[in-house]
């Protein structure tokens, strides 16, 4: 897990290292400049050291053909060296980025499709003078590009591209973008000008005369869906037993590891199962599999609607397994979060505050590799989507109840905050008629609604799933744990993205999710015996986020209050200033303010925090390369 650049034509290594520092968070443990022949090309890597913590390991890693900058992990690069070995391959290290040259030199580009991982990288060929760039299949890791004075140049994130532009300045769709925050981390458009996000699941090819690029797609996951069992009860096995072994290749490290437990259903899913992994493999150092698992951290909000700590602690003692509990702050100034908005470089309807300091905490216990749990709600219905499986259950009583009883269950975060009678039909409906009013996407017009592509093969439901793990939430989220994480050197490993668990769960229907009157049914009953019942049956939910409403009329009311009434505020071309400021005084000062209110006032106000913190910054400048 690194950071990766590269520019075509080269530039001096000086102002090229200059560049690459932007990219020092995301790997704190070395660095490494390589420069082709004629300046045709400079590539560079910040790395944090996972596997094989040797020089060995050091990138870009060149070999005679091919040199490489990569970013990410290759979970079964076991596997695959052993099918190279069997070819007469050799290899001088032991690591996967080892392992992906050579697959490149066996398979070509057919060699992603072999890959269970996450990744960005780009091969040189030093024989054709030509680049290979590749995404993994769901946007795990991220890589953005641009052509600008006559170069082209790749980075993980948009700061080390800022020095390439002629000129920085926010996109000219920007005021769509910030009032889309879910809709464009799919696509190539970015907050900056002249700067492209590459597609997940595509790669590319390059040469130095060419001044566009034409990124081809080698995975839709409507492809390669699978056959699953009739019977309910075999499909749970065999999720299980391939969700099982997603964690177990995810525990290749050499380093310690550790989990982000909430306490919810998803990271106690992987908390227990690494636990069960780790007493029933036998095989620990054949596997690669890291001996030092026994961490899990739990973030806490106490005297909030947020805190989990009941749920969480629960888990850990029933795993028997050290907890060390976060106890997250506001800070003492809104100030204080400039570094981190510049770290995120995004927009989004919540502060990074907490995410960051609790993988920041993470990485001072000496962990480096955490386990989590993201992508369980896109695949299962953590949210409220199950209102659309109505228009699948063909007017069947049992299962109409069936749906109405998990949404009788369903907890958001409103109802955990003000909420606690007890559920009814009557709050069932309450429910339904409030996603309509407050969800276009998945209100009853959806189940009257044309048939969209995909909904023949997957339903009504699955089809909305689908696309909320495509399209808009899942990458939204995947792109800011990236950022939350790899700010503090720490890397993300999620079991529920690996490529096997997400085809088989896009196969299944959609009464293996919503049954018995709950949601993610099959991730339930595939961890009996593994979390506690308590956790396991828990119905309610509650997101990893910020108590913004508590800490705007707390530690950040002062400066808060500062920040609207001041000349800079009031001169921003990013937000209505009188807007904004009417929404940020609501919160101070009404004592009736919801949640939902402080995260349209955060949302608001995010544009010009971000426009101080990321567009007003002084940055590097290659100009001089350029010229």
Not at 408 to 414: L, Q
Not at 606 to 623: D, G, N, Q
């Given at each position: 897990m690194c950071g990766i650049l590269g520019t075509m034509p080269a530039i001096s290594t000086e102002s090229f290292t200059e560049v690459l520092q932007l990219l020092a968070h995301r790997g704190p443990d070395s660095f490494g400049v390589w420069q082709a022949p004629e300046q045709l090309l400079t590539i560079g890597h910040r790395r944090l050291a996972i596997l094989d913590l040797s020089a060995k390991g050091h990138q870009p890693m060149e070999t005679e053909r091919y040199v490489i900058t990569f970013n990410g992990e290759i979970y079964n690069f076991l596997e695959i060296r052993k099918e190279l070995?069997?070819?007469?391959?050799?290899?001088?290290?032991?690591?996967?980025?080892?392992?992906?040259?050579?697959?490149?030199?066996?398979?070509?580009?057919?060699?992603?499709?072999?890959?269970?991982?996450?990744?960005?990288?780009?091969?040189?060929?030093?024989?054709?003078?030509?680049?290979?760039?590749?995404?993994?299949?769901?946007?795990?890791?991220?890589?953005?590009?641009?052509?600008?004075?006559?170069?082209?140049?790749?980075?993980?994130?948009?700061?080390?591209?800022?020095?390439?532009?002629?000129?920085?300045?926010?996109?000219?769709?920007?005021?769509?973008?910030?009032?889309?925050?879910?809709?464009?981390?799919?696509?190539?458009?970015?907050?900056?000008?002249?700067?492209?996000?590459?597609?997940?699941?595509?790669?590319?090819?390059?040469?130095?005369?060419?001044?566009?690029?034409?990124?081809?797609?080698?995975?839709?996951?409507?492809?390669?869906?699978?056959?699953?069992p009739k019977r309910y009860e075999e499909q749970v096995e065999q999720f299980k037993d391939i969700f099982t072994d997603a964690c177990r290749i995810r525990m290749r490290a050499d380093v310690p590891i550790g989990t982000a437990l909430s306490g919810g259903?998803?990271?106690?899913?992987?908390?227990?199962?690494?636990?069960?992994?780790?007493?029933?493999?036998?095989?620990?150092?054949?596997?690669?599999l890291s001996s030092d698992w026994q961490h899990v951290f739990v973030a806490t909000f106490p005297g909030t609607f947020l805190?989990?700590?009941?749920?969480?602690?629960?888990?850990?003692?029933?795993?028997?397994?050290?907890?060390?509990?976060?106890?997250?702050?506001?800070g003492r100034s809104l100030e204080e979060m400039n570094e981190y908005l510049y770290l995120f470089e995004e927009l989004y309807l919540t502060s990074p505050l907490p995410m960051m300091e609790t993988y920041k905490a993470i990485r001072q216990h000496g962990i480096t590799v955490s386990i989590d749990g993201h992508g369980a709600d896109e695949l299962m219905s953590g949210y409220g989507h199950i209102i659309l499986a109505?228009?699948?259950?063909?007017?069947?009583?049992?299962?109409?109840?069936?749906?109405?009883?998990?949404?009788?269950?369903?907890?958001?975060?409103?109802?955990?905050?003000?909420?606690?009678?007890?559920?009814?039909?009557?709050s069932a409906l309450r429910f339904i008629l409030s996603q309509i009013r407050h969800s276009p996407s998945s209100s009853l017009k959806q189940l009257f609604a044309k048939e969209k592509p995909h909904e023949g093969k997957l339903g009504r439901f699955n089809s909305e799933l689908y696309k909320i793990f495509h399209q808009t939430i899942l990458p939204t989220l995947l792109r800011n744990y990236d950022r939350y994480s790899m700010a503090n050197g720490i890397e993300i490993r999620m079991p529920f993205m690996d490529y096997r668990v997400v085809a088989y769960s896009f196969s299944l229907p959609w009464h293996s999710k919503v049954r018995n009157g709950y949601t993610k049914a099959i991730i339930r009953d595939a961890m009996q015996g593994r979390i506690p019942e308590e956790v396991r049956m828990r119905k309610s939910k509650i997101g990893f986020n910020t108590p913004v409403v508590d800490w705007m009329r707390g530690a950040w009311r002062e400066s808060l209050l500062d920040t609207v009434h001041s000349?800079?505020?009031?001169?921003?071309?990013?937000?209505?200033?009188?807007?904004?400021?009417?929404?940020?005084?609501?919160?101070?000062?009404?004592?009736?303010?919801?949640?939902?209110?402080?995260?349209?006032?955060?949302?608001?106000?995010?544009?010009?925090?971000?426009?101080?913190?990321?567009?007003?910054?002084?940055?590097?400048?290659?100009?001089?390369?350029?010229?």
């Open positions: 070995l069997a070819k007469g391959y050799r290899f001088l290290s032991d690591t996967d980025t080892e392992v992906i040259i050579a697959a490149f030199h066996q398979w070509g580009e057919h060699c992603l499709l072999r890959f269970n991982g996450m990744w960005a990288f780009a091969i040189w060929d030093k024989v054709e003078s030509r680049l290979f760039l590749s995404r993994d299949r769901f946007g795990v890791k991220p890589l953005y590009y641009t052509f600008a004075n006559n170069r082209f140049a790749f980075a993980s994130e948009m700061k080390a591209l800022i020095p390439f532009l002629p000129e920085l300045r926010v996109a000219d769709n920007f005021d769509y973008l910030k009032s889309h925050l879910f809709d464009y981390e799919a696509t190539e458009h970015c907050l900056i000008a002249g700067i492209k996000r590459f597609p997940a699941g595509h790669y590319a090819y390059l040469k130095l005369t060419e001044r566009t690029l034409h990124p081809i797609r080698y995975w839709d996951t409507m492809q390669h869906l699978v056959q699953v259903l998803d990271s106690s899913a992987i908390a227990g199962t690494i636990a069960w992994i780790a007493r029933n493999e036998k095989n620990f150092i054949a596997q690669r805190d989990e700590r009941y749920y969480a602690q629960k888990v850990a003692e029933h795993l028997a397994i050290p907890a060390t509990y976060i106890q997250v702050s506001a109505l228009m699948d259950c063909a007017l069947n009583l049992k299962n109409f109840c069936n749906i109405i009883d998990a949404i009788n269950g369903f907890n958001d975060i409103e109802s955990e905050q003000i909420d606690k009678q007890p559920q009814t039909w009557w000349t800079d505020f009031n001169h921003s071309n990013l937000i209505s200033p009188a807007q904004v400021r009417e929404k940020i005084l609501n919160i101070v000062q009404n004592p009736k303010a919801k949640f939902t209110d402080g995260e349209q006032a955060w949302t608001a106000l995010m544009p010009y925090l971000w426009e101080k913190a990321v567009i007003k910054r002084r940055y590097p400048s290659v100009e001089r390369q350029i010229a």
